[in-house]
């Protein structure tokens, strides 16, 4: 890897891990989620980074991929709390995340997934399969008598690329593919008191532009423009209302989703409503391997 890019990795990694402290610290019984997750992304903008997708919050036995809209009212209370923060530097990014348990019910269940993180990142060097790393996972967090989501898995980084190759399990899944040097890899464990199968709920609040024509009418053209600046990085529904207001943000949504624009990105939930914990770092893969969103 280029010294410069290695340099953005770092930063990004750097950043994302601040802004992932500073909002687990706001994870607090009466908090509004969507107030931590605008001051998290106004962390990452303080501190000179990108947001990689909008930051997320998803509760209990919701995995992933549940992010405030403008009149999400939903006040943080005795909750199993994930938040999940993407940053990016010139498109370098570095993906991140953690679980608060604020039921005081769940510990061993947020230990499960971080301790399964970290059994996992201690062996990923190049040459290791992508099976050991679900291995481990999958070994340690039935230790604690608890399922790995097996449909949610880590992913490679790519540049303004967030899941791109290789799909990194959290099970033994018989993949045979091995890591390489200078691979940027997240891996991110989950463990659920459920059935370890999340399926989607609706709506999405989460999309990626996909697609850039088809549409003609101006309002929807415009937030078309303002969509392309995150050149292909998923957005939040909430980012358009704040700039374009509900109605014209319902509107152009609609008519993007018609003409196949948009690929979204819907809660999931764990299938038989278990509870979910979640955790997550980035790395580049060596013989010494960088974990660079490591505070
Ligand atoms: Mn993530
Ligand atoms: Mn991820």
Same mark, same amino acid.
């Given at each position: 890897?280029?010294?410069?890019?290695?340099?953005?990795?770092?930063?990004?990694?750097?950043?994302?891990?601040?802004?992932?402290?500073?909002?687990?610290?706001?994870?607090?019984?009466?908090?509004?989620?969507?107030?931590?997750?605008?001051?998290?992304?106004?962390?990452?903008?303080?501190?000179?980074?990108?947001?990689?997708?909008?930051?997320?919050?998803?509760?209990?036995?919701?995995?992933?991929?549940?992010?405030?809209?403008?009149?999400?009212?939903?006040?943080?209370?005795?909750?199993?709390?994930?938040?999940?923060?993407?940053?990016?530097?010139?498109?370098?990014?570095?993906?991140?995340?953690?679980?608060?348990?604020?039921?005081?019910?769940y510990e061993e269940l947020v230990k499960a997934s971080r301790e399964a993180l970290d059994n996992a990142?201690?062996?990923?060097?190049?040459?290791?399969? *992508?099976? %050991?790393?679900?291995?481990?996972?999958? @070994?340690?967090?039935? !230790?604690? $008598?608890?399922?790995? /989501?097996?449909?949610? #898995?880590?992913?490679?980084?790519?540049?303004?690329?967030?899941?791109?190759?290789?799909?990194?399990?959290?099970?033994?899944?018989?993949?045979?593919?091995? *890591?390489? %040097?200078?691979?940027?890899?997240?891996? @991110?464990?989950?463990? !659920?008191? $459920?059935?370890?199968? /999340?399926?989607?709920? #609706?709506?999405?609040?989460?999309?990626?532009?996909?697609?850039?024509?088809?549409?003609?009418?101006?309002?929807?053209?415009?937030?078309?423009?303002?969509?392309?600046?995150?050149?292909?990085?998923?957005?939040?529904?909430?980012?358009?209302?704040?700039?374009?207001?509900?109605?014209?943000?319902?509107?152009?949504?609609?008519?993007?989703?018609?003409?196949?624009?948009?690929?979204?990105?819907?809660?999931?939930?764990?299938?038989?409503?278990?509870?979910?914990?979640?955790?997550?770092?980035?790395?580049i893969v060596g013989e010494k391997s960088i974990v660079f969103t490591r505070s």
């Open positions: 890897m280029e010294p410069e890019t290695l340099q953005k990795y770092i930063q990004a990694g750097k950043i994302a891990a601040e802004a992932l402290e500073y909002g687990k610290s706001l994870i607090k019984p009466g908090a509004k989620v969507k107030d931590v997750l605008e001051k998290v992304e106004a962390k990452i903008a303080e501190l000179g980074g990108k947001p990689a997708f909008p930051a997320q919050i998803s509760l209990n036995e919701f995995a992933a991929h549940s992010c405030s809209d403008l009149n999400d009212v939903t006040v943080l209370d005795n909750q199993i709390v994930k938040l999940d923060v993407g940053v990016h530097i010139d498109g370098c990014i570095a993906d991140t995340a953690l679980t608060v348990d604020l039921s005081g019910k990142l201690k062996i990923v060097k190049p040459g290791v399969t *992508l099976a %050991e790393i679900g291995k481990v996972i999958h @070994e340690t967090i039935t !230790s604690y $008598g608890f399922s790995p /989501v097996k449909n949610l #898995s880590g992913h490679g980084l790519g540049e303004y690329e967030i899941h791109t190759k290789p799909s990194v399990p959290n099970f033994d899944n018989g993949n045979k593919n091995v *890591l390489t %040097e200078g691979q940027v890899i997240a891996i @991110e464990p989950f463990a !659920s008191t $459920g059935s370890g199968m /999340v399926q989607e709920s #609706s709506p999405a609040t989460v999309f990626t532009l996909i697609k850039d024509s088809g549409v003609r009418d101006p309002i929807t053209r415009t937030v078309l423009l303002e969509l392309k600046k995150q050149k292909g990085l998923p957005f939040a529904k909430r980012w358009l209302e704040q700039k374009f207001g509900v109605n014209k943000t319902n509107f152009a949504l609609k008519h993007l989703i018609t003409a196949e624009c948009l690929h979204p990105h819907p809660p999931l939930f764990d299938s038989a409503r278990g509870m979910v914990s979640q955790a997550e770092h980035s790395v």
